[in-house]
Structures are given as C-alpha cells and as structure tokens.
T-cell receptor
Framework: GAGVSQSPSNKVTEKGKDVELRCDPI?????LYWYRQSLGQGLEFLIY????????KSGLPSDRFSAERTGGSVSTLTIQRTQQEDSAVYLC???????????FGPGTRLLVL | KQEVTQIPAALSVPEGENLVLNCSFT??????LQWFRQDPGKGLTSLLL?????REQTSGRLNASLDKSSGRSTLYIAASQPGDSATYLC?????????FGQGTILTVHP
C-alpha cells in the first residue's frame, strides 16, 4: 500500500517568506508526527497529533512554527518569516497508534536563502 | 530530559562480518525502542521495534535486544553485506514522541 508522502520534496525560499509543508499519512493511521533533521542537531521531534488534536507541541522551536491536521488525515506544517537556521529536512511519520511503529515519509528539504 | 547515545559513530567492516551497534538512553521510562536505517538523501526505514516489556526482536539477519533497566540496546547484524551500508539510528519512545541518537554510519566493503 501507499506509504507516507510529503510535498514538496524540495523548497527554496527567501528569508522572511512563509512556507507550508504537507504530509499525507498512511491511510488509517491515527497518529502523525513531525520531525526535523539538520546537520548540527540531528533528528528532533517537533509535534505529535492524535487525530486532529496535538497533545504534544513541545518540540516546536518558536511561535513562527505551527501545524494543523484536518479530517484526521493530511497535516500541514507552516513556518512563518523563515530564517536561515530553519534550513533542514522536515520529516513526517505516522503510526496506527501512539506506541506502534512509526513510518516515515521521504522528507521535505527546505533551504532558506 | 531523555538523551540517546550511539556507539560507535562510524564503523567500517569487510563483507561477511557479524557486527554490533550500541545504543544507550538515560531515562528508562520508555514505551518502546525502534531501530531505523537511513540511506543518503532518503527518509527513515523502520527495522525493528521492541516494546518495553520485551527483551529482543528478530527480523532476518537482524536481532535487537533491550535492557530497559540499564538503559541499553544493541543491534546485531549477521553476515553483513554491502547493501547494509547506511546510517543506523536508534530512537526511544515516550508518549509517542521519539528521541533519536546521532546514528552509526556503517560501511560494508566487498
């Protein structure tokens, strides 16, 4: 079956612009996660959704970052007023339940110039 | 705050060798531990998940063990092949959120 998909695969933007990253989880997976992978910081947790609610937003680095999930499916991660330090690969994962295997998408590579 | 450490940072072995990758974590209050592989420029592929109540899991040539009380896990790869070359990441789960180690870069040369 289809895995987790993310779009765009690559995004180049100018400092100060807003960007939206999209994640389509595996059908039927109620849990959805966003992570960020950068050279200096490794893989970091950003936010976790159970259904449409986000019980854990503890990893969002600043109030410029927000995420939503609608219909218990697609999620978008929005970064406002992008900064160069936001450059990273943004990975989305989904799982059937909170304690089950997380399946990752291919990621969106974001470059802020 | 949970911290995950992986040793070694890099490993280069000839084809056919058995090898062990190590992972340690500081907080034993975990739900499970997952091992992933990541190929250059790609996402993560799940290899094994061990629930906190389990001691080990096996999949093909891979065997992962978990000692929750001592905060350690090992990934054993039998009869390594060049196709096993990748970065191996361990991650511990608490309330869904995964905390990752920095990874072990494995190179298996023919």
């Amino acid at each position: 079956g289809a895995g987790v998909s993310q779009s765009p695969s690559n995004k180049v933007t100018e400092k100060g612009k807003d960007v939206e990253l999209r994640c389509d989880p595996i059908s039927g997976h109620t849990a959805l996660y966003w992570y960020r992978q950068s050279l200096g910081q490794g893989l970091e947790f950003l936010i976790y959704f159970q259904g449409n609610s986000a019980p854990d937003k503890s990893g969002l680095p600043s109030d410029r970052f927000s995420a939503e999930r609608t219909g218990g499916s697609v999620s978008t991660l929005t970064i406002q007023r992008t900064q160069q330090e936001d450059s990273a690969v943004y990975l989305c994962a989904s799982s059937i339940g909170q304690q089950e295997t997380q399946y990752f998408g291919p990621g969106t590579r974001l470059l802020v110039l | 705050k949970q911290e995950v450490t992986q040793i070694p940072a890099a490993l280069s072995v000839p084809e056919g060798e058995n090898l062990v990758l190590n992972c340690s974590f500081t907080d034993s209050a975990i739900y499970n531990l997952q091992w992933f592989r990541q190929d250059p420029g790609k996402g993560l592929t799940s290899l094994l998940l061990i629930q906190s109540s389990q001691r080990e899991q096996t999949s093909g040539r891979l065997n992962a063990s978990l000692d929750k009380s001592s905060g350690r896990s090992t990934l054993y790869i039998a009869a390594s092949q060049p196709g096993d070359s990748a970065t191996y990441l361990c991650a511990v789960s608490s309330y869904g959120k995964l905390t990752f180690g920095q990874g072990t870069i494995l190179t298996v040369h023919p």
